[in-house]
Every structure is written in structure tokens, then in C-alpha cells.
């Protein structure tokens, strides 16, 4: 008999989640940066090891946060409705910063939603501390609201995460697959590169452009050479911050389309031509119908 089961991921902004679930999968499903929130929607990265009979759906969410608009508010809204419907909670704390405030209020708060799932906590970012330092916050971890085991590990170099895969794989429910196990996420080509193209703007910004931000794939074209060319379009709220995207001369949007050109080579392991315009959208965080076609819902 198989094992399988969805595991929400739960924790603060920037603590890694979205790095962890790459690194279990085994390949980029998820765009990282240094920047809080850069994970807007629900995504489902899939581990399936077939010799153990087993796949791992961890649902990569947006980090816990107090909403600040509509975009916000339904990253948060669907935080709740992913966690409601895991089969294992992750709750993912950065344990070079230890536990603070907020890890506290998630793990109660995924108590007080009364479905009471096994609750896992990943001590993460262990690369950055002393034996010394992570001794007490593995134990404040051990006594947060639910937590039933904890575990300390670096997404980023993979540390520990044998172990926490391991157990994951013993917590899961037995039954049928979830999906097919070639499968690594459930986005769209279209989703996924537009997210791969955001990266890039996340990590060459700063300030409110990086909120303010929002990238549409419109086109995907293979010629019959193998030159893939990606039409896409980035949007900013305002007129000054397009002109902060466009740079001087033009030379921040031709930065940020030379990285985002070579991502999506190693994405899509060919050639890419990238067409890319920067459009204003104004209040497109508040648009609901706009909120709705991208799939932030
Ligand atoms: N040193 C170290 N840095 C890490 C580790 N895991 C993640 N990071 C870094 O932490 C930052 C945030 O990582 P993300 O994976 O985007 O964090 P997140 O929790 O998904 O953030 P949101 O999507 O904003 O909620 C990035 O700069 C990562 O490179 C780790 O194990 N060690
Ligand atoms: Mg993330």
C-alpha cells in the first residue's frame, strides 16, 4: 500500500519555506528571495519516492503576516483554507532569528483551528547557527502550541532534511497517489515563468517594488529550431515606478531580463528569447476580478 498526504507549510515571512520545498522536490518549483511575502499563491511541489511507496504534496503557502490590502488578505485567507485541508502541518521557523511573537501566534493558531493535524516543526537555517545557540531554540520549538516533533535542518544545504522526509513520509495517510509521480508541481508553464521572471525583479529591487510587482506570461512559442520565445509582461502601480523598473537608459529592465532570460534557459533547458514590457496597472492589488484571473485566491 502507498502513502500519501498534503503538508501545509506554515510559518513567518522569509523563514524558508519556499526553499525547503525545492529542495524536497528536488527541483524549482517555488521562486525564493531575500525580500518578506514573496509567495503569493498556493503551490503544490511533489515528491514522490516510488521505491518507498510514498508522495509528499507540501504546500508551499505565503508567509503568516497581518494583511495590509486585498492581495494580502487572501494570501491569508488562503493560508487557513490550505492548513484546513492538509493531512500534516509544517511549521517552518528560522532558527537563526530562534522563536519569536509570530511563531508563537501561528502555532496556536493552527491549534485553535480545531482540526488538530500532526504538527511537525522544521528548524531551519541551522547553517548559521552554534551548537549553542540551537540548543535552546530546538527546545522552545519542542514546547510550541501542537508541535509534536521538531527537527533542525538547512533547506539551503540539506541538512537534516533526510531525516524530516523520512518522518513526513511515516505521518502521511496510506492510499493512492495524489498525482502522477513524474509530476514536480501542479503551476502552469505559464505560472511558473512569470514567477521566475518576478524572482528577478524581487532580487533586483528594493523598497516597494518588489510588493508592487506582478508578472503575466501572455505567450509561449517554440520554433521549429528550438528557440522558445516568452512574451510577458510586468506590471507596476504606478508611472514612477515603472520608470524605476526601466532604469536609466533602460538598464534596469535589460538587467533584469538578461537574469530572467538565463532562468528560464535552465528552466526550459533551450534557448529563450524574452519579450518583455512593463505595463502600469494601477491598484492591481485591490482588483478583485484581476486578483481572480491570476490565481491569487
Ligand atoms: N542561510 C540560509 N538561508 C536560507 C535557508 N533557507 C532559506 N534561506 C534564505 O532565506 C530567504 C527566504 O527564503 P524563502 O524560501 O523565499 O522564504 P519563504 O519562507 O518562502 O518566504 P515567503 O514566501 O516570503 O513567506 C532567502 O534569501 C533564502 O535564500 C537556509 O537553510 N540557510
Ligand atoms: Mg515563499
Known sequence: MTRAGFI???????????????????????????????????????????????????VDLPGVQRPRDVLTERMQKRVERELADSDLALIVINGEEGIGPGDRFIARALVEAGSRLPTICAVNKVDRTGP?????????????????????????????????????GELVPEGPYLYPPEDH?????ELLLAELI??????????????????????????EDGLITVVAEIWAETESQKGILI??????????????????EAELGAKVHLDLKIRVRSHWRRDEDLLDRLGIE
Open 8 to 58: 501545509g507549510l506554515a510559518g513567518r515571512p522569509n523563514v524558508g519555506k519556499s526553499t525547503l520545498v525545492n529542495a524536497i522536490v528536488g527541483s524549482r518549483v517555488a521562486i525564493v528571495s531575500m525580500r518578506p511575502q514573496t509567495t503569493r499563491r498556493a503551490i503544490r511541489g511533489i515528491h514522490t519516492d516510488l521505491e518507498a511507496g510514498r508522495q509528499l504534496v507540501l
Open 247 to 264: 532604469g536609466k537608459g533602460g538598464a534596469k529592465v535589460e538587467e533584469i531580463g538578461a537574469g530572467a532570460r538565463r532562468s528560464l
Open 198 to 223: 518576478r524572482e528577478q525583479v524581487l532580487n533586483r529591487t528594493r523598497e516597494e517594488i518588489p510588493h508592487s510587482v506582478e508578472v503575466s506570461v501572455k505567450d509561449i512559442t517554440e520554433r
Open 185 to 189: 508541481s501542479d503551476q502552469s508553464s
Open 132 to 168: 549553542n545557540e540551537l540548543v535552546p531554540v530546538l527546545a522552545e520549538a519542542a514546547e510550541l502550541d501542537g508541535v509534536d516533533e521538531v527537527f533542525p535542518i538547512s533547506a539551503r544545504d540539506g541538512e537534516g532534511l533526510e531525516a524530516l522526509v523520512e518522518r513526513l
